[in-house]
C-alpha cells in the first residue's frame, strides 16, 4: 500500500550547522510531494513543495531534493537556528489532492 | 488574511459521551481536510470535502464518526459515542486547488482526551 516514512525520528543539531531530514516514499505514482514544520501546540506549517518533474528547490535556508530512483526526499536546513526546532512531516500527493504524511522527524537545535 | 479557525481547542470527556468539532476554513479555499493525530505520529487524513461534497472519507470510522460541510464553507466533526483511543488533536486544513497545488493550511487543532 501506499506510505511515506522517514529514518530518523529524532535529529539533535548544533545551532548554526546544517539539518538534514530524509524520507521515503512508496507510491512511484505521487507527482507533488510537500515539506510541513510542526511546532508544539500548532498545526503544519508548509515550508517547501516540489513537483516530481524536478529534482531540487531552493527556498530561503531551505533545500528539498528528489531523488525518484530510490523514491527519497530530503530537506536540508542551512545554518540551523533555534526557532527550527520542531516535528518535520513530509508529505506525498498521488492525485486527487489526497496526501499522506509521513510519522515526522523531531529536530532538536542545540545552543 | 485571516487563517484557518478551530474550535474548541480543549476537550475533555468521558467514553461513550459524545463531541462535536468546529472549524472555519479561510475564505475561498474549497477543500476541507479533517485529519485525527495521535501524539507521536503523523496527521492521519479522516474525511475530504471539495466545497460541499465529500471526496475521500474511506478512513473515517463512519459507526461513529460523522462530519459535515452544509454550505460549502464552515464544518462539523462528530464522534459519538467517543472511545478511549480517540484521544488525539484533531485538525483541520483548507487548501485552494489553484495552481494544481495542494498546500494545505492547519489549524492549530482541538486537542480531545477520552477518559
Known amino acids: 500500500g501506499e506510505s511515506v516514512g522517514l529514518h530518523l525520528p529524532t535529529l539533535s543539531v548544533q545551532e548554526g550547522d546544517n539539518s538534514i531530514i530524509n524520507c521515503a516514499y512508496s507510491?512511484?505514482?505521487?507527482?507533488?510531494f510537500i515539506w510541513y514544520k510542526q511546532e508544539s501546540g500548532k498545526g503544519p506549517q508548509f515550508i517547501i513543495d516540489?513537483?516530481?518533474?524536478?529534482d531540487k528547490r531552493q527556498g530561503q535556508r531551505v533545500t528539498v531534493l528528489l531523488n525518484k530512483t530510490v523514491k527519497h526526499l530530503s530537506l536540508q536546513i542551512a545554518a540551523t537556528q533555534p526557532g527550527d526546532s520542531a516535528v518535520y512531516f513530509c508529505?506525498?500527493?498521488?492525485?486527487?489532492?489526497?496526501?499522506?504524511f509521513g510519522a515526522g522527524t523531531r529536530l532538536f537545535v542545540k545552543a | 488574511e485571516a487563517g484557518v479557525a478551530q474550535s474548541p481547542r480543549y476537550k475533555i470527556i468521558e467514553k461513550r459521551q459524545s463531541v462535536a468539532f468546529w472549524c472555519n476554513p479561510i475564505s475561498g479555499h474549497a477543500t476541507l481536510y479533517w485529519y485525527q493525530q495521535i501524539l507521536g505520529q503523523g496527521p492521519k487524513l479522516l474525511i475530504q470535502f471539495q466545497n460541499n461534497g465529500v471526496v475521500d472519507d474511506s478512513q473515517l470510522p463512519k459507526d461513529r464518526f460523522s462530519a459535515e460541510r452544509l454550505k460549502g464553507v464552515d464544518s462539523t466533526l462528530k464522534i459519538q459515542p467517543a472511545k478511549l483511543e480517540d484521544s488525539a488533536v484533531y485538525l483541520c486544513?483548507?487548501?485552494?486547488?489553484?495552481?494544481?497545488?495542494?498546500?494545505?493550511?492547519f489549524g492549530a487543532g482541538t486537542r480531545l482526551s477520552v477518559l
Open positions: 486544513a483548507s487548501s485552494s486547488t489553484e495552481l494544481a497545488k495542494n498546500i494545505q493550511y
Open positions: 508529505a506525498e500527493n498521488g492525485g486527487g489532492f489526497k496526501t499522506i
Open positions: 507510491n512511484s505514482a505521487s507527482d507533488y
Open positions: 516540489i513537483r516530481s518533474n524536478m
